[in-house]
């Protein structure tokens, strides 16, 4: 948007090749089924999908911007605003509630000193609700990334923060 | 111990590789149907299995498969369904996980069977972690042989595509996951056409559960009758069961369908019995999306019968004083859970993830969300019980997709077996939102 | 030759019978019958491939399938997308349990639409405010709060006032129909979801103006409508122009001598007949830059009848009847501050002329 931030939008050259190898999976003319692949493709490089990501991949994909503003918006998991370095995605569903996930979330807020929504001024959590993880068996759990934290207790919270704190 | 046929092998070491899970006998399904079965034949046992989907509709997945049109000249699909987001279930998720080659094997076998080229496995996008081991399951069959062009000299080709989604409940639905899958909106498409003749692409398409595919290579190598002869009546075969909430052992359990619900929930070999000091007081036995049940009505028919863990008896008395088996996430609940409390947070649930199409789920949901929270946190009045009621019926059955059902039922059903706790959150709205404050009023627990 | 035709299939509607050819929806079987028996369709609009199916305002039921097999579909039915079949008996007012149903629709529409007819462009040729007359009950029980937007350009001709839309997603499929490039569309999901460019653009387009005719309320609106009126206020006239763009016919709305706005012309179902270019609808409003054919005609049943809603006027008996027997009011003493605009009064809506 504004012209003053250059910084060419473009997937690093390994990210490059690896989209061409997604576009393919496809049968001829289907390369919109692309889209959610490229979306987590974009997030995991920029962190966040800004309008000009999505432009970008609307791009690679020859289809028009506002197909993929309507469907990163529909899904949850694409940040549309900047995001702290590790986003925290915590279950609040019923069956994690049962297992204590409402006491571990307080504390949780309380270590972090925000709220849902929120990223913390140091900008390295961003705290987010989400809904089942399916993990409810070993709930209270939350997600950064790609990686599952199940059985939370305080002090497991505490160990994990203070270990992605360093 | 009861049979097992997709957890036979869960606990030996390295069943993750692609070695080790042909040493267990993997991959011999794959064999014997391509090299010795039409794919007919391969249609004809799982019918004569009588296996029923396992995502929650418990339609019979051979009858499905018939149903398929084959045009001639226009591709056919196999669409796994591993969007599992269903709050209470998470047994594909430990399955794929786990045992990544069982699901890679059962879709090689099915999409022979229903002569597809390229299959797609859509699994949820938070399972990112899960994508990345089938991927590497995918590729380690490949290198055996077993998936690409001209499998074993068959002449058969098949490519398997793992599909990441975005983070949208809806998406399990099997229309929603076509529209996701073809790089849209998740939103439900009307039916008709159903998928069977038009699908994702517009071409015919088959989508079913990770578990019900999983099934397929014991069906090959023992036969349709084997599974069928599990089991008890139209409930043939194994399930598994999520077990979550106020149990010694939650986790994920492969059960013959006709256990008693009693023994499940309170036998060492699964729950292992309410946590200690306490007891038990209701279930929601297939997913969020069944109707909960109090402990009377779960352990038990109407009639005074035991309850089994079969697709019929737990719908036994119809939503009067039964329930559904569903995805088979079984959350069980003692007297320290409050109702309304976790009605409420399903209802959010389901508001959270409506997509919007339709005007009864779209704004109903929502609605009773509020009106949920209201009573929840003190503000209700005793006439929002008979509003909820009455949301909940005007959603039922008007909308595009099964989940405007979905999110009626548990409103429904805590409203129609848990009344007074309702009743009293309203009238004692101080008392009631006391932190951990729940109803003891006259209440059967077991 | 006669072999050709495809057979015709019989269908009742509300003890009506009519034949149409198979694959008619039920929707435009009953159409066929007359305004009487034809269920309201708030998303579905016939010239536009794919609409349908989510407003759920046409719900009916079906009594008997078809004459091979007659058992009742177990659920209600949208109309608008369900094929007929040979001997299949439809009930549409004359089922209580539809007009109920329909009833429900028309409080889940209203919950998150504003109240406030007596102020809205559309009034008078709104689809829902004629849906809400017919079929709702006679107050909302919604008191939790409603969500509200700002109103928004969207280029210099459009206006979208968010509150108003109901998500029909008629002006989406009109973007990607009638003009070769979208840029606005359906943003988040369930009932965050909202027509929306995303990020500030214009829709710029030679046939964009269009997403003002098929919008069923006034989310869409005319930026240039001079004199934003009552649109009783306004005498419709048939004219048309030798247009490059588009076959130039059209609907001028006349206030005495000044052209105040243009549309395309519509059918009885307020459905437009023929879209019109950005040229014809925005720029061309003189009298002189068109042939005048006269008045256009409006069907009794069109939206934009005048005295619609007159209190004695129109609104069919047994509906009244059926649903005032079926309305049970849950709580007698709650606020009832926001009425539903049926209980706006009378003059409101009557025929100032
Ligand atoms: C709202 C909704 C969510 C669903 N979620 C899932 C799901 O996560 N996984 C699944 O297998 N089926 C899910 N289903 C059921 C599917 O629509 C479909 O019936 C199923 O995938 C068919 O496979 P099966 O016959 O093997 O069970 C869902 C249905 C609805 C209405
Ligand atoms: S019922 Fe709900 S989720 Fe299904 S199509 Fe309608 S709005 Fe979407
Ligand atoms: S803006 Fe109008 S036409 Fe577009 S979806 Fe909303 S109500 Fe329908
Ligand atoms: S007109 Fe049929 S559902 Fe909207």
Redesign the pocket.
């Known amino acids: 948007m504004t012209t003053e931030t250059n910084a060419k939008i473009e997937f690093t050259p390994e990210r490059q090749v690896l989209a061409k190898e997604i576009i393919a999976r496809y049968p001829e003319g289907k390369q919109k089924s692309a889209l959610l692949p490229l979306l987590h493709l974009a997030q995991e490089q920029w962190g966040w999908t800004s309008p000009e990501v999505m432009d970008y991949v609307a791009g690679l994909l020859s289809i028009e911007p506002v197909e993929v503003y309507e469907v990163a918006t529909f899904y949850t998991m694409f940040h549309l605003d900047p995001v702290g370095k590790h986003v925290i995605e915590y279950c609040r569903t019923g069956p994690c509630c049962l297992m204590g996930a409402e006491d571990v979330y307080a504390h949780l807020k309380q270590k972090l000193g925000i709220d849902a929504g929120q990223t913390t001024p140091d900008g390295k959590f961003t705290l987010k609700e989400v809904e089942c993880l399916a993990a409810c068996g070993m709930g209270p759990v939350f997600q950064i990334r790609e990686q599952y934290y199940m059985h939370l207790t305080n002090q497991r919270v505490d160990e994990i923060i203070e270990e992605l704190s360093k | 111990m009861g049979k097992k046929i997709l957890l036979e092998h869960i606990d030996v070491p390295g069943i993750d590789t692609y070695d080790v899970y042909r040493k267990q006998g993997g991959y011999t399904a794959v064999e014997k149907a391509l090299k010795t079965m039409t794919p007919d034949s391969v249609v004809e046992e799982v019918k004569k299995a009588g296996v029923r989907g396992r995502g929650g509709a418990g339609f019979p997945m051979g009858m499905k498969w018939s149903f398929l049109a084959k045009p001639e000249g226009v591709p056919r699909y196999l669409v796994c369904n591993a969007d599992e987001s269903e709050p209470g279930t998470f047994k594909d998720h430990y399955l794929m996980k786990h045992i990544p080659h069982l699901l890679i094997e059962g879709m090689i076998i099915s999409s022979f069977a229903l002569g597809a080229n390229k299959s797609f496995i859509y699994v949820r996008g938070e399972l990112m972690y899960v994508i990345r081991i089938l991927e590497k399951a995918i590729a380690e069959a490949k290198a055996a042989g077993f998936l690409g062009k001209n499998i074993m000299g068959s002449g058969y080709d098949l490519e398997l595509v793992v599909q990441p989604g975005g983070g949208a409940y809806i998406c399990g639905e099997e229309t929603a996951l076509l529209e996701s899958l073809e790089g849209k909106r998740g939103n439900p498409r009307n039916k008709p056409p159903f998928p069977a003749v038009k699908g994702l692409y517009q071409c015919p398409t088959v989508v079913n559960n990770v578990e019900s595919i999983s099934t397929t290579p014991w069906i090959v190598n023992n036969g349709g009758d084997a599974y069928a002869a599990i089991g008890i009546g139209r409930s043939t075969g194994t399930k598994l069961i999520s077990a979550s909430g106020h149990i010694n052992k939650p986790g994920v359990y492969e059960i013959e369908l006709g256990v008693s619900v009693e023994d499940f929930i309170y036998a060492d070999e699964w729950c292992g019995g309410i946590r200690p000091g306490h007891k038990l007081k209701a279930v929601v036995a297939g997913g969020s999306s069944v109707p909960i049940l109090p402990a009377n009505l779960i352990l038990n028919l109407a009639n005074g019968d035991k309850r089994l863990m079969t697709y019929e008896s737990l719908s036994d008395g119809g939503f009067a004083t039964g329930t559904m088996l569903g995805s088979g996430g079984f959350i069980v609940m003692d007297e320290t859970a409050c109702v309304v409390r976790n009605t409420w947070n399903f209802s959010r649930f389901y508001h959270h993830e409506s997509c919007g199409q339709c005007s009864p789920c779209r704004e109903g949901t929502g609605w009773m969300e509020k009106v949920l929270h209201r009573i929840e946190h003190g503000h209700g009045s005793l006439h929002d019980i008979d509003l909820l009621v009455d949301v909940a019926k005007k959603i039922e059955g008007n909308t595009i997709c099964p989940l405007g059902d979905a999110a009626a039922w548990p409103v429904g059903s805590a409203i129609r077996h848990f009344r007074d706790e309702f009743e009293w959150h309203i009238k004692h709205p101080v008392e009631a939102t006391q932190p951990g404050a729940v109803y003891r009023g006259e209440m059967a627990l077991v | 030759m006669e072999d050709n035709k495809p057979q015709l299939v019989k269908v009742t509607v509300d003890g009506i019978e009519v034949e149409v050819e198979p694959g008619t929806t039920i929707l435009q079987a009953a159409r066929k019958i007359g305004p009487e028996v034809a269920p309201p369709a708030m998303?579905y609009y016939q010239p536009l491939k794919g609409s349908g199916g989510k407003c759920r305002a046409c719900l009916v039921k079906v009594a008997a399938g078809s004459a091979k097999d007659p058992r009742p579909m177990p659920k209600l039915v949208a109309s608008c997308i369900t094929p007929v079949q040979d001997g299949m008996v439809v009930e549409n007012t004359t089922s209580p349990q539809v007009l109920e149903a329909r009833k429900g629709v028309v409080e889940f529409l209203l919950i998150n639409h504003p109240l406030d007819c007596p102020v809205c462009d559309q009034a008078g040729e709104c689809d829902l405010q004629n849906f809400a007359f017919e079929h709702g009950a006679a107050k909302t029980r919604y008191e939790e709060e409603r969500r509200t937007f700002d109103k928004h350009d969207l280029g210099p001709y459009i206006q979208?006032h968010?509150t108003?839309?109901?998500?029909?997603?008629?002006?989406?499929f009109t973007a990607d129909q009638i003009t070769n490039k979208r840029v606005h569309g359906?943003m988040n999901r369930g009932d965050h979801a909202e027509?929306s460019t995303y990020i500030e653009k214009a829709i710029d387009n030679d046939f964009s103006g269009n997403?003002i005719d098929?919008?069923?309320?006034g989310?869409?609106t005319d930026k240039t409508y001079r004199f934003k009126n009552r649109v009783w206020f306004s005498r419709p006239v048939d004219a048309h122009r030798d247009c490059p763009t588009c076959s130039g016919n059209v609907t001028l709305w006349y206030r005495g001598e000044e052209v105040i706005r243009v549309t395309a012309r519509k059918n009885e179902w307020n459905e437009v007949k023929e879209f019109i270019c950005n040229t014809c609808r925005f720029e061309t409003k003189k009298t002189s830059d068109w042939v005048i054919e006269g008045p256009t005609k409006i069907a009794r049943s069109s939206v934009i009848t005048a005295n619609k809603y007159r209190a004695d006027t129109v609104k069919p008996d047994f509906v009244s009847r059926i649903a005032a027997a079926n309305y049970k009011p849950i709580d007698d003493a709650r606020d009832t501050s926001q009425l539903s605009i049926q209980q706006l009064p009378p003059e409101r809506f009557a025929n100032s002329n």
């Open positions: 998303c979208l968010m108003r839309c109901i998500l029909c997603y008629r002006c989406v359906v027509i997403v098929v919008c069923p309320v989310a869409l």
